[in-house]
């Protein structure tokens, strides 16, 4: 059906940058919105910040000023630019998508198997 293939994550030292990406693939008619979660281990999986079809953004607090997501619509792809990382940002992060396989589909909730993101010295 539909998949969402991540990459980007790694290992990264305090205060350097990391740039993920997430593409969709399969039934898709539309994508209402495109996002990304993390989930630190312990913790509840959180948002990041998400954007909608027609470019609109949302971030968690915690990122404001140190991220930006970006999206191309012709790719259905899905971007994250993290900087000024922090030991605290370290988490498996997930991409999701809110989309309809058809024009007449309910939306429908998809996401992507996760990629790590270690920020340690």
């Known amino acids: 059906q539909v998949q969402l293939v991540e990459s980007g994550g790694g290992l990264v030292q305090p205060g350097g940058s990391l740039r993920l990406s997430c593409a969709a693939s399969?039934?898709?008619?539309?994508?209402?919105?495109l996002g990304w979660y993390r989930q630190a281990p312990g913790k509840q999986r959180e948002l990041v910040a998400d954007?909608?079809?027609?470019?609109?953004?949302n971030y968690a607090d915690s990122m404001k000023g140190r991220c930006t997501i970006s999206r191309d619509n012709a790719k259905n792809t899905v971007y994250l630019q993290m900087n000024s990382l922090k030991p605290e940002d370290t988490a498996v992060y997930y991409c999701?998508?809110?989309?309809?396989?058809?024009?007449?589909?309910?939306?429908?909730?998809?996401w992507g198997q996760g990629t790590q993101v270690t920020v340690s010295s």
């Open positions: 999701n998508a809110k989309l309809r396989a058809t024009i007449l589909s309910m939306v429908d909730d998809f």
């Open positions: 399969g039934k898709i008619s539309s994508i209402y919105l």
């Open positions: 954007v909608t079809e027609s470019g609109g953004t």
